[in-house]
């Protein structure tokens, strides 16, 4: 089921989400609903704050659903290693139509656990790093945007606020 973006300005945003105990029917039912939502949207990612639902789960596909057995789901999961810098532009479907260019590091390690409960580990580079990074930023209750300097930030923010007085976000 598709289920609508939340944007930039919803508190769940900006609130940490809560580890998921549960590995039920429905932790599987709220992961098949992000795929659809990510891949109709479409992006690369997805945390469930961004679906209005508090918990510690993101998915990421680098190939938007293109290729088959590349996505990667992750509950509750924490970083074990960050290395490296890399300077790419970056966007977030809960912050339609901006983009910044974010610090951020070239490698992770992230350990987290299958819709099942069962451990997985992820190791990314490039893209995959910086989408890693994204999607546990959402479930800290952190955007892209609280990485930019204070003057970008601001200027964007002011923006989506002109937006949304105008009933355009
Ligand atoms: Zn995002």
């Given at each position: 089921?598709?289920?609508?973006?939340?944007?930039?300005?919803?508190?769940?945003?900006q609130?940490?989400?809560l580890?998921?105990?549960?590995?039920?029917?429905?932790?599987?039912?709220?992961?098949?609903?992000?795929?659809?939502?990510?891949?109709?949207?479409?992006?690369?990612?997805?945390?469930?704050?961004?679906?209005?639902?508090?918990?510690?789960?993101?998915?990421?596909?680098?190939?938007?659903?293109?290729?088959?057995?590349?996505?990667?789901?992750?509950?509750?999961?924490?970083?074990?290693?960050?290395?490296?810098?890399?300077?790419?532009?970056?966007?977030?479907?809960?912050?339609?139509?901006?983009?910044?260019?974010?610090?951020?590091?070239?490698?992770?390690?992230?350990?987290?656990?299958?819709?099942?409960?069962?451990?997985?580990?992820?190791?990314?580079?490039?893209?995959?790093a910086?989408?890693?990074?994204?999607?546990?930023?959402?479930?800290?209750?952190?955007?892209?945007?609280?990485?930019?300097?204070?003057?970008?930030?601001?200027?964007?923010?002011?923006?989506?606020?002109?937006?949304?007085?105008?009933?355009?976000?």
């Amino acid at each position: 089921m598709l289920r609508p973006i939340v944007k930039h300005g919803e508190r769940v945003l900006q609130t940490p989400a809560l580890p998921v105990t549960q590995f039920d029917e429905s932790l599987h039912t709220l992961v098949d609903d992000m795929l659809q939502t990510m891949y109709a949207a479409p992006g690369i990612g997805l945390a469930a704050p961004q679906l209005d639902i508090p918990l510690r789960v993101c998915v990421i596909d680098l190939t938007v659903g293109k290729r088959g057995g590349e996505v990667i789901t992750l509950v509750n999961p924490v970083f074990v290693e960050r290395d490296g810098m890399q300077l790419e532009e970056e966007g977030c479907l809960s912050v339609p139509g901006f983009q910044a260019t974010v610090p951020r590091p070239s490698r992770v390690v992230v350990k987290g656990q299958d819709v099942h409960g069962h451990e997985v580990v992820v190791e990314g580079t490039g893209l995959l790093a910086r989408a890693l990074q994204h999607e546990l930023d959402h479930l800290d209750g952190r955007l892209f945007l609280d990485r930019l300097r204070a003057l970008q930030r601001d200027l964007i923010v002011k923006k989506i606020r002109k937006l949304r007085r105008v009933g355009k976000w």
